[in-house]
């Protein structure tokens, strides 16, 4: 995440509604990519979900005729708002799902939603297991679902203690189902053989496997014995496809974390830490993809100086008596994913993140 400042010279956040120093009313322009100021009569108007609801602080041009920003206007379904409850963890939600549309803009993907292009389009159904018990977290079609009660931290909690994982987040679950969404429609689309098909093969495995027996394989059993060699998270070892979603997940994670210190003006080369040497064959691609070897130095330097930041991360949470802010570790195998994830970012859009 990049820095935002108010006219007023003040910090802004990717959240704020207002400046703290000045009061003036400030909102993110998703085209811009900027804080803007809220005024009556002013080049901006507050999202619906803002006014009403207090749960989007994205703008839009006052001129246009739409009343929800980019990224509430995916919404096909959205809480029951009877209950304030309901309101508070929607709120969460849509600031998760924000960053994510964010990320991908940034990164020039292209996010159409579904209300424009059903065919290719996006979109989001954020429903409560309270009142739909059967309703799971899950892409289907362009359509990413997600469990509202997840936005509640203890049950999130819980269902990260009882699946054993070291890290579960709203944020995550949104990059994770994005990374489904865009494999239906930038890789399902291509011929089998295709040098993109072949590669996803080459790294995440044959993704013809039953995905129904693979995920109740893994539910039962859980990961294999030493799957840290080989993927990011146990979940990922139960299929390639979601040993795809939990790669471009993290990716994105890398993207926005890294970026969020660099902005902030942590250089690396001042930090009293060696710098993490990866093996040249971390930063592969798969054969038959054109193999470019200033950008795998590129991704390296960049894995590296991520290395170094989540250290530094890791150092300070435990210095303040927390669990490890960056509970993972990257194997070689798992760097060649995310290498491979970063070469369908640039063939998707500009992969901005990775520059220097
Ligand atoms: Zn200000
Ligand atoms: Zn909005
Ligand atoms: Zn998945």
Known sequence: MQRFTCDCGNVLFFGSFRCLKCGGEVGHDPGSRQMVRVRTGGMFKRCDNGVKHGVCNWVLPSK??????????????????????NLMLWGRMEMAKRRLIYTLRKMDISLPSKKANPQAGLAFDIVSTVSNPTVTTGHLNGVITVNLEEADDTYRQINRQQLGENSRTLLGHFRHESAHYLWQRCLSELAWDNPLRLAFRERFGDEWQDYAAALSRHYQKGAPAGWEQQYITGYAASHPWEDWAETWAHYLQIIEGLETSECLGIDIRNLALPLVMLPAEAGALPAGLPQDSKADGDFLAWLQRWMCVSTVLNEISHSIGEAPLYPFVIPVRVAQKLRLAHHYAQVWGGAAGIEN
Request: proline content about 5%; glycine content about 0%.
């Open 64 to 85: 246009a005729a739409e009343t929800l920003c980019l990224a509430c206007d995916m919404n096909r379904t959205i809480p029951d708002l009877s209950s304030s409850r």
